[in-house]
C-alpha cells in the first residue's frame, strides 16, 4: 500500500472512531429509549451509563479519545488535548470550554434522564406482572 493510502487509511479509522464514540454517548444519554422497546439491551445500557456517568463525573477521558488521536497523527492530521466531549460536543452545544462544573451536570444528567427511562420500565413489568395475577 502506498504512504498516501496508508495515511486515507489511518484519517478513515480516525473518522470512524469519532462516529462511535457519538453513537455511544447517544446510546449512553438515551438509550433508556431502546429498553423501553427492547429490554434484554439492559444489559449493555447498565454499564454503558456506568461508564458515561463515570467518565464524566471523575474528569476520566475515554480510550476512545487517545486512539481516535493515534489515528489522526498516523493519517498526517493533528489529535487534540482534553476529551471527545470537550472537542467534538461541547462546541455543538455550549460556545465556551467544558467546566468541570458541566461535567457534573452532563454525568447528573445521563443518570437522571435514564432513571426515568428505567422507572417507565419497572412501571410497565409491574403492570404486566398484575396483569397475569
Known sequence: MSGDAVLVMDRFFADVLVVVHFLFILFVVAGGLLVLRRPRLAILHL????????????????PLTPLENYFRRLGGGAGYRGNFVEHYLVP????????VEMQYVLGGLVIVVNFFFYFIIWRKIRRIKRQKF
Open 47 to 62: 454499564p454503558a451509563i456506568i461508564w458515561g456517568a463515570a467518565v464524566e463525573l471523575c474528569g476520566w477521558i475515554c
Open 92 to 99: 455543538l452545544i455550549y460556545p465556551e470550554n467544558l467546566t
